[in-house]
């Protein structure tokens, strides 16, 4: 493991951690959340962080309580502004300063995203995504911490979560962040050439380490996506053209990231359902020049072999891909927006009750210099609104949208009466257990 980093653990409350004794003190805080809160008490000889600032202890903020009671506690206490929040993620920068809202030495695009701050003040978000950091991966841990403790200071005091696309390969490929700071190692090509299913485990053991010792929560990885396509330019990402190769990998990368349970691990979000792989002429869907994902032979379900050994392995979210299933469903439109692929297939057939969520930008186009614009990756659906975007992924079984902070959108389709708010909840649900990672039958 790389030595620069620094084993720091940030404000983070987690829905189930171990109980330790303070003196005559019943404590469940860690030693550096008992330093840096400003919202413990003291109640009948028990410390506790009052997260809601009610002068009490809620259920949801006692760590002895059953996760499924915490999470309902929680979100009984949720108004609809907060819960719209956190069903959106989107990158933030990282300033060499530490600070939430700083811009010392941000570059490129970093320059003109929103930071994390306003995101979370204004949106009441709770999930966001890093891209490139300080080299220096203690400078994070210092964000981190600033962040958690703005987040302590919110209504609810629910704590962020922080997620990152690889950033521990030697090469960065197209979806891939600089490994500086951190340990390196080849692609994941690499280890499919190799077969060592103990060295795949002992890499994402590292990975979790690191990735835990600043305070990264959730990865955007593994994915799984098969080399079917050789012109695809994302192949560099997965492991290989080989669906039981790929499926055999899958299980230790999971298992070594997410650990016995997410307490201690690094929630997995699995890419990209139902495979990636088979873009039509090798053009990638991120742009609008894709011509669709194709099945020569009808191998569909040839794709689905490596997600079926992601789900056996718990993995604690998916991510669908941005392309179009040409001609293998009722209707060609993109992954997330297509009902039989994320209910009919994967929620009904796999019983997958995990989180998922889109790929980046899925809703609004995006402004990328003058007379620029990246248009959004909504395949089929192109004429609808953005709201009834919105409205047409949480329909098909969606729970969060990536690369996007509209939540005033699913606000108003719950007003204007499009959406319920019950349906809201049982995103939010699944957002708030993955914490825990319950055990879900196959």
Same mark, same amino acid.
């Given at each position: 493991?790389?030595?620069?980093?620094?084993?720091?653990?940030?404000?983070?409350?987690?829905?189930?951690?171990? +109980?330790?004794?303070?003196?005559?003190?019943?404590?469940?805080?860690?030693?550096?959340?008992?330093?840096?809160?400003?919202?413990?008490?003291?109640?009948?000889?028990?410390?506790?962080?009052?997260?809601?600032?009610?002068?009490?202890?809620?259920? /949801?903020?006692?760590?002895?309580?059953?996760?499924?009671?915490?999470?309902?506690?929680?979100?009984?206490?949720?108004?609809?502004?907060?819960?719209?929040?956190?069903?959106?993620?989107?990158?933030?920068?990282?300033?060499?300063?530490?600070?939430?809202?700083?811009?010392?030495?941000?570059?490129?695009?970093?320059?003109?995203?929103?930071?994390?701050?306003? @995101?979370?003040?204004?949106?009441?978000?709770? *999930?966001?995504?890093?891209?490139?950091?300080?080299?220096?991966?203690?400078?994070?841990?210092?964000? /981190?911490?600033?962040?958690?403790?703005?987040?302590?200071?919110?209504?609810?005091?629910?704590?962020?979560?922080?997620?990152s696309d690889p950033r521990h390969h030697l090469g960065q490929n197209v979806i891939s962040m600089p490994s500086t700071g951190f340990s390196q190692f080849c692609e994941m090509p690499g280890f499919a050439a190799i077969g060592d299913e103990k060295l795949v485990a002992e890499f994402a053991?590292? #990975?979790?380490?690191? /990735?835990?010792?600043?305070?990264?929560?959730? $990865?955007?990885?593994?994915?799984?996506?098969?080399?079917?396509?050789?012109?695809? $330019?994302?192949?560099?990402?997965?492991?290989?053209?080989?669906?039981?190769?790929?499926?055999?990998? #899958?299980?230790?990368?999971?298992?070594?990231?997410?650990?016995? @349970?997410?307490?201690?691990?690094?929630?997995?979000?699995?890419? *990209?359902?139902?495979?990636?792989?088979?873009?039509?002429?090798?053009?990638?869907? *991120?742009?609008?020049?894709?011509?669709?994902?194709?099945?020569?032979?009808? @191998?569909?379900?040839?794709?689905?072999?490596?997600?079926?050994?992601?789900?056996?392995?718990?993995?604690?979210?998916?991510?669908?891909?941005?392309?179009?299933?040409?001609? +293998?469903?009722?209707?060609?439109?993109?992954?997330?927006?297509?009902?039989?692929?994320?209910?009919?297939?994967?929620?009904?057939?796999?019983?997958?009750?995990? #989180?998922?969520?889109?790929?980046?930008?899925?809703?609004?186009?995006?402004?990328?210099?003058?007379?620029?614009?990246?248009?959004?990756?909504?395949?089929?659906?192109?004429?609808?609104?953005?709201?009834?975007?919105?409205?047409?992924?949480?329909? $098909?079984?969606?729970?969060?949208?990536?690369?996007?902070?509209?939540?005033?959108?699913?606000?108003?389709? #719950?007003?204007?009466?499009?959406?319920?708010?019950?349906?809201?909840?049982?995103?939010?649900?699944?957002?708030?257990?993955?914490?825990?990672?319950?055990?879900?039958?196959?």
């Amino acid at each position: 493991m790389n030595k620069s980093i620094l084993i720091i653990v940030g404000l983070t409350l987690s829905l189930s951690c171990n +109980q330790s004794k303070s003196g005559n003190k019943e404590n469940q805080l860690s030693d550096i959340v008992n330093i840096k809160s400003q919202v413990i008490l003291e109640k009948e000889g028990r410390l506790f962080r009052d997260l809601n600032k009610n002068g009490k202890l809620d259920i /949801y903020e006692d760590a002895s309580q059953p996760v499924a009671a915490r999470v309902e506690d929680l979100l009984s206490q949720m108004n609809l502004e907060e819960k719209a929040g956190m069903m959106f993620i989107d990158g933030v920068p990282v300033s060499k300063d530490a600070k939430p809202d700083g811009k010392e030495g941000l570059e490129g695009f970093a320059v003109g995203l929103t930071s994390v701050a306003e @995101n979370m003040n204004k949106f009441k978000m709770t *999930h966001f995504n890093i891209f490139t950091i300080p080299d220096d991966p203690g400078i994070f841990a210092k964000w /981190y911490d600033n962040v958690q403790q703005i987040a302590e200071k919110t209504r609810l005091g629910i704590p962020v979560t922080i997620a990152s696309d690889p950033r521990h390969h030697l090469g960065q490929n197209v979806i891939s962040m600089p490994s500086t700071g951190f340990s390196q190692f080849c692609e994941m090509p690499g280890f499919a050439a190799i077969g060592d299913e103990k060295l795949v485990a002992e890499f994402a053991d590292i #990975v979790r380490k690191e /990735y835990l010792a600043i305070g990264i929560r959730e $990865a955007l990885h593994p994915q799984i996506d098969l080399a079917t396509e050789p012109r695809w $330019a994302r192949i560099s990402g997965n492991f290989s053209e080989d669906a039981e190769l790929t499926a055999r990998l #899958v299980k230790p990368y999971i298992d070594g990231l997410q650990g016995k @349970n997410l307490n201690t691990g690094v929630a997995c979000m699995t890419k *990209h359902f139902p495979g990636g792989g088979p873009q039509k002429e090798g053009l990638d869907p *991120h742009f609008s020049f894709q011509k669709g994902q194709i099945y020569p032979g009808n @191998n569909f379900n040839y794709h689905l072999i490596p997600f079926e050994a992601a789900l056996k392995a718990n993995t604690a979210a998916i991510m669908p891909y941005y392309g179009v299933p040409t001609d +293998q469903t009722d209707e060609n439109v993109a992954m997330s927006y297509n009902k039989t692929i994320i209910t009919t297939l994967l929620r009904e057939k796999y019983k997958f009750d995990g #989180v998922v969520c889109t790929d980046w930008g899925l809703i609004t186009d995006l402004p990328f210099g003058p007379g620029v614009i990246w248009e959004a990756r909504a395949y089929g659906v192109e004429n609808l609104s953005s709201a009834e975007r919105v409205l047409r992924v949480i329909e $098909a079984g969606c729970d969060q949208f990536g690369g996007e902070h509209r939540p005033e959108l699913v606000v108003e389709l #719950v007003r204007n009466g499009k959406l319920s708010e019950k349906r809201i909840d049982k995103s939010i649900k699944r957002l708030l257990k993955q914490r825990e990672n319950k055990k879900r039958k196959f």
